[in-house]
T-cell receptor, first 114, second 111 residues
Framework: NAGVMQNPRHLVRRRGQEARLRCSPMKGHSHVYWYRQLPEEGLKFMVYLQKENIIDESGMPKERFSAEFPKEGPSILRIQQVVRGDSAAYFC????????????FGDGTRLSIL | DQQVKQNSPSLSVQEGRISILNCDYTNSMFDYFLWYKKYPAEGPTFLISISSIKDKNEDGRFTVFLNKSAKHLSLHIVPSQPGDSAVYFCAASDSNYQLIWGAGTKLIIKP
């Protein structure tokens, strides 16, 4: 999965803290997607961004979750006031364009809430 | 409502034989299908895709078959190798960027 870089790989937070997950897409890719995976389940779409624009955030909870992809720097998925149910693996993917293109994934951030 | 289903949680195959992983979908608007492989503690790795205008796509040891009337696709791996042991996910989209994922099938290749 070289190319899409996610950090940190593991993140531990206490309930009520904030979690920030970072994603740098593959070189040349301007489309970024965030997915969440719960144990024994497939990935669930959260949000789709292009540079400086949120294209679709329909899979993201309306409260406490936000995402950005600034002109410079990585995409950030931010979770405020984390709760136990936020514990999951969060994967970022990128593609050179939008529809009907393979998305290439990072190795994920495993978020654990104490 | 699960739009993409992988009904076999696991599959065990002898090394050298053919592995067949299956996937069913319910949304007739899906027009692009992908297979990914995932090792523990890593992200999914893209394997092969197929557009709904085709019924077969081949890449080396991997072949994907699409049966639109049955809303079914399958991934064939021939011959199976120990490194193929992983969880395989089927995903689909409807000319959209959102990939809808199955729950995965764990493939175990026995030596």
């Amino acid at each position: 999965n070289a190319g899409v870089m996610q950090n940190p790989r593991h993140l531990v937070r206490r309930r009520g803290q904030e979690a920030r997950l970072r994603c740098s897409p593959m070189k040349g890719h301007s489309h970024v997607y965030w997915y969440r995976q719960l144990p024994e389940e497939g990935l669930k779409f959260m949000v789709y961004l292009q540079k400086e624009n949120i294209i679709d955030e329909s899979g993201m909870p309306k409260e406490r979750f936000s995402a950005e992809f600034p002109k410079e720097g990585p995409s950030i998925l931010r979770i405020q006031q984390v709760v136990r149910g936020d514990s999951a693996a969060y994967f970022c993917a990128s593609s050179p364009s939008g529809a009907n293109q393979p998305q290439h994934f990072g190795d994920g951030t495993r978020l654990s809430i104490l | 409502d699960q739009q993409v289903k992988q009904n076999s949680p696991s599959l065990s195959v002898q090394e050298g034989r053919i592995s067949i992983l299956n996937c069913d979908y319910t949304n007739s608007m899906f027009d692009y299908f992908l297979w990914y492989k995932k090792y523990p503690a890593e992200g999914p790795t893209f394997l092969i895709s197929i557009s709904s205008i085709k019924d077969k796509n081949e890449d080396g040891r991997f072949t994907v078959f699409l049966n639109k009337s049955a809303k079914h696709l399958s991934l064939h791996i021939v011959p199976s190798q120990p490194g193929d042991s992983a969880v395989y996910f089927c995903a689909a989209s409807d000319s959209n960027y959102q990939l809808i994922w199955g729950a995965g099938t764990k493939l175990i290749i026995k030596p």
